[in-house]
Nanobody, 122 residues
């Protein structure tokens, strides 16, 4: 059983940056692909970014390409999401998730964190 804990959310002005972290425990972190999803008020949860266990494969949703960067440190059991040039439409609860293989679909992920709130003011 893998436990995931996100941190790093907060309130930031448009154009600013935040770095989210997700620390894993209870499993062999290096064997899992990791993903970030987000859910805005009144909307369904959507894919943001994903990284394979070896960092050889990375995928981004179109709205965040060129602004967000996903990375991982297997020695620290942590995956990161660096978010730059933030926009008000990036406001959402951000979740990290773990899966055996890299995927962009929510239903493919086996383990989820509790989420961290990101609010971008205009």
């Amino acid at each position: 059983q893998v436990q995931l804990v996100e941190s790093g959310g907060g309130l930031v002005q448009a154009g600013g940056s935040l770095r989210l972290s997700c620390e894993a425990s209870g499993g062999t972190f290096s064997r899992y692909a990791m993903g970030w999803f987000r859910q805005a008020p009144g909307k369904e949860r959507e894919f943001v970014a994903a990284i394979s266990w070896s960092t050889g494969l990375i995928s981004y949703a179109d709205p965040v390409k060129g602004r967000f960067t996903i990375s991982r440190d297997n020695a620290k059991n942590t995956v990161y999401l660096q978010m730059n040039s933030l926009k008000p439409e990036d406001t959402a609860v951000y979740y990290c998730a773990a899966n055996r293989i890299i995927a962009t679909l929510e239903r493919e992920y086996d383990y989820w964190g509790q989420g961290t709130q990101v609010t971008v003011s205009s």
